[in-house]
């Protein structure tokens, strides 16, 4: 199974790697860091399934550049781009917060729903504070797995 996961916060990025390695065998995980680094992987590779965050920078964040702007609905940004650019996939939300320029995560989430359909998963709320998250996205990459093409 081939995973991409765009997460710019190493922490949280570590965090969620080291659940998937130590639960999952035979995962391929590649990594994006950001809007654009994330679409380019989608765009050149095939994935089970894209784990998206929902705020990312623009750009990786390289030596001496700080990544550009930092998109409050940047995982929804891939997302849109992947549809016009015309890509089949499969994705997910996992994010901390609950809000996002004055929109709540459940109203993202059903505008995500309605452009991708049953492509869409939903979205996982991650915290530092319990493992619930961890549940939850084995749910998904098990029904993933039951539903590859």
């Not at 035979?26 to 809007?35: A, Q, R, T």
């Not at 990786?60 to 015309?86: A, H």
């Not at 994705?91 to 109203?107: G, P």
Request: hydrophobic fraction near 30%; charge should be negative.
């Amino acid at each position: 199974m081939n995973i991409l996961i765009v997460e710019d916060d190493d922490k949280k990025r570590g965090s969620v790697l080291s659940y998937l390695h130590q639960e999952f065998d035979g995962l391929k995980i590649d990594e994006g860091y950001s809007v654009e680094s994330g679409v380019q992987k989608a765009v050149d590779n095939q994935y089970d399934l894209i784990i998206l965050d929902m705020t990312i920078p623009n750009f990786d964040k390289t030596d001496g550049k700080n990544g550009g702007n930092s998109y409050k609905n940047g995982g929804e940004i891939i997302v849109r781009e992947l549809i016009d650019e015309d890509i089949e996939f499969r994705c997910m939300v996992l994010t901390q917060y609950e809000t996002f320029n004055n929109e709540t995560i459940d109203q993202i989430s059903n505008r995500i729903k309605q452009k991708c359909g049953n492509n869409y998963l939903g979205y996982v709320k991650y915290s530092t504070l319990n493992n619930e998250w961890k549940d939850q996205i084995k749910k998904i990459i098990a029904y993933v797995k039951n539903n590859i093409d």
